[in-house]
């Protein structure tokens, strides 16, 4: 649909509708172009008139916290919808119990289990992304999953029809689950296990220092890049590449961390191609070598 009848279509959601909105500064990349139409959901029934109103007759991106997505420089030809603040609460709905918007930041999260003295949730404090993306790619680290804490998913379609999911009931894998792709995550439920303030926080201390000794922090990076070709090999993606790659390779200002080899770094002003061409040339690379075809764990929006 061309910009003036999406003007017209939504304007009824001035102040919360822009367009031609440049993306580069909302993920931890800093690259990528502009989006045709940008959206900021205050609260459901704002997000559901919105949704029905588009009819589904725009592509649709969903924006968490930026953490691991590689944006085009090229005009995104659709809409990006950001959650806005009332899918920022957390509440405790019994004692083990926590309810958490979509927008939430896991290490948030993580440390309102820990307040609660609730423990399970030592890990989030490790992922830097949002429930809505977590629960999207049951994201995970140091041995635990989204999935190991799931009770239920709160989720609307794009014609604006609300769902209720069971953990029960989704199928996750590593990194996936069998989700409609086309699910706009409004909140979850999860479980915790009680326990002692102290206890919940030595274990938070450590996983943060054990990611701070072999991640990359304070950089323009977005997490991993690939996914551990589980299926394929015993060996991590990051030894796949460490064997293949020459680590020093570079397109622009896309470079390959020094501290995690599986992590990627615009250390400059590196551009969409320029990261693109570092993904290829290093996936390209591991396959020649080992024979194994990568899968990247970043989302690449063109």
């Known amino acids: 649909m061309k910009t003036d009848q999406l003007k017209k279509l939504l304007s009824n959601f001035d102040g919360n509708i822009f367009f031609d909105y440049d993306l580069k500064k909302k993920n931890w990349f800093n690259i990528g172009g502009k989006s045709k139409v940008f959206f900021k959901a205050d609260h459901l029934n704002q997000l559901i008139n919105f949704l029905k109103i588009l009819n589904n007759q725009e592509r649709i991106f969903i924006l968490g916290a930026g953490s691991n997505i590689l944006i085009t420089d090229n005009l995104f030809d659709g809409v990006v919808i950001k959650m806005g603040k009332n899918f920022s609460q957390i509440t405790l709905h019994s004692d083990d119990i926590i309810i958490a918007g979509s927008a939430v930041l896991d290490k948030s999260l993580s440390n309102f289990a820990l307040e609660n003295h609730l423990s399970g949730f030592e890990f989030l404090s490790c992922i830097p992304g949002t429930i809505g993306g977590g629960i999207s790619m049951n994201a995970g680290c140091f041995g635990k999953e989204f999935k190991d804490i799931l009770i239920s998913v709160q989720a609307i379609d794009k014609l604006g029809r609300v769902i209720s999911i069971?953990?029960?009931?989704?199928?996750?894998?590593?990194?996936?689950?069998n989700i409609p792709e086309d699910y706009i995550f409004l909140s979850a439920s999860f479980k915790g296990i009680k326990s002692e303030k102290n206890k919940i926080e030595t274990v938070t201390n450590e996983l943060k220092l054990k990611k701070e000794k072999n991640q990359p922090t304070r950089v323009k990076t977005s997490g991993s890049t690939f996914k551990n070709p589980i299926s394929q090999s015993s060996k991590k993606v990051w030894q796949l590449i460490q064997?293949?790659?020459?680590?020093?390779?570079?397109?622009?200002?896309?470079?390959?961390?020094?501290?995690?080899?599986?992590?990627?770094?615009?250390?400059?002003?590196?551009?969409?191609?320029?990261?693109?061409?570092?993904?290829?040339f290093v996936s390209e690379k591991v396959l020649k070598k080992t024979g194994i075809s990568l899968e990247t764990e970043i989302k690449i929006l063109e």
């Open 166 to 177: 069971p953990a029960k009931e989704i199928k996750f894998d590593y990194r996936k689950n």
């Open 243 to 280: 064997e293949s790659v020459p680590l020093n390779q570079s397109f622009g200002d896309a470079c390959i961390s020094k501290k995690h080899c599986n992590f990627f770094v615009n250390k400059g002003e590196a551009k969409f191609q320029d990261m693109k061409k570092l993904i290829d």
